[in-house]
């Protein structure tokens, strides 16, 4: 292929990307109630959101139908990539760039459900109920808990492609097990702040259940990078 009909087909391509990205946006938005049953269930019984702008809720509708829509099509727009970049590959390559692609994935939606389910429920309780005095009551915006939402599962889902960064690593011969077991503490100590940047509530059982996952995983990369050496 010249290089117009390559330019051809990557906008062939993103037409089709942005076309099922704004159906599935649609679809979300179509089903407010249940989309934000979902949205807003980490945050409990005893957190109650307010609205302090006149447009603030409509669009905050449409970010999340957008991120939700995204998610959902997001195997559909791997798919579209790896067809656009795939036939450039050798083999091997392709083999590289698929397990790479499907693990990266994986690996960002368990970072995005542990988040969901375990970690950011106890943020926002915890940040959401902390008062530096009984005279300021907390009213927390819908836009601020929206974006701690978004931010926080972003933050883990990119967290939790380190063994997918680790294995590219140790095939180009960049990284060595022996290097990743050696600053393992250092590592711990890594761990732990970015930890803590991730979850701003500052007490050590929420801390933990993002280092010790995230340790884990250095542990599993460790492993991996061995592998690939063998």
């Given at each position: 292929?010249?290089?117009?009909?390559?330019?051809?087909?990557?906008?062939?391509?993103?037409?089709r990307?942005?076309?099922?990205a704004?159906?599935?946006?649609?679809?979300?938005?179509?089903?407010?109630?249940?989309?934000?049953?979902?949205?807003?269930?980490?945050?409990g019984?005893n957190?109650h959101?307010?609205?302090?702008?006149?447009?603030?809720?409509?669009?905050?509708?449409?970010r999340?139908?957008?991120?939700?829509?995204?998610?959902?099509?997001?195997?559909y727009?791997?798919?579209?990539?790896?067809?656009?970049?795939?036939?450039g590959?050798?083999?091997?390559?392709?083999?590289?760039a698929?397990?790479?692609?499907?693990?990266?994935?994986?690996?960002?939606?368990?970072?995005?459900?542990?988040?969901?389910?375990?970690?950011?429920?106890f943020?926002?309780?915890f940040?959401?109920?902390?008062q530096?005095?009984?005279?300021?009551?907390?009213q927390?915006?819908?836009?601020?808990?929206?974006?701690?939402?978004?931010?926080?599962?972003?933050?883990?889902?990119?967290?939790?492609?380190?063994?997918?960064?680790?294995?590219?690593?140790?095939?180009?011969g960049?990284l060595?097990?022996?290097?990743?077991r050696?600053?393992?503490?250092?590592?711990?100590?890594?761990?732990?702040?970015?930890?803590?940047v991730?979850?701003?509530?500052?007490?050590?059982?929420?801390?933990?259940?993002?280092?010790?996952?995230?340790?884990?995983?250095?542990?599993?990369?460790?492993?991996?990078?061995?592998?690939?050496?063998?």
């Amino acid at each position: 292929m010249t290089f117009w009909e390559h330019l051809d087909e990557l906008r062939s391509r993103l037409w089709r990307v942005l076309v099922v990205a704004l159906v599935a946006m649609v679809v979300c938005f179509c089903f407010k109630e249940t989309l934000f049953a979902i949205v807003l269930a980490p945050k409990g019984d005893n957190i109650h959101l307010v609205n302090i702008e006149i447009t603030q809720q409509f669009l905050t509708h449409m970010r999340v139908a957008l991120w939700a829509g995204i998610l959902l099509v997001s195997p559909y727009i791997l798919y579209q990539i790896f067809a656009f970049v795939a036939p450039g590959l050798y083999a091997l390559e392709r083999r590289m760039a698929l397990c790479a692609a499907g693990g990266g994935y994986l690996l960002f939606i368990a970072g995005v459900l542990l988040n969901y389910f375990i970690v950011f429920p106890f943020a926002v309780q915890f940040l959401g109920t902390y008062q530096v005095s009984a005279e300021v009551p907390n009213q927390i915006s819908l836009s601020s808990y929206i974006s701690l939402l978004t931010v926080m599962s972003l933050l883990m889902g990119a967290v939790f492609e380190l063994p997918i960064v680790c294995w590219l690593l140790g095939r180009f011969g960049i990284l060595k097990s022996a290097f990743m077991r050696r600053y393992r503490r250092h590592t711990m100590v890594v761990i732990l702040i970015l930890g803590a940047v991730i979850t701003p509530t500052g007490d050590p059982f929420t801390l933990s259940l993002v280092a010790v996952p995230v340790y884990l995983l250095w542990e599993l990369s460790i492993l991996i990078v061995k592998k690939v050496e063998a």
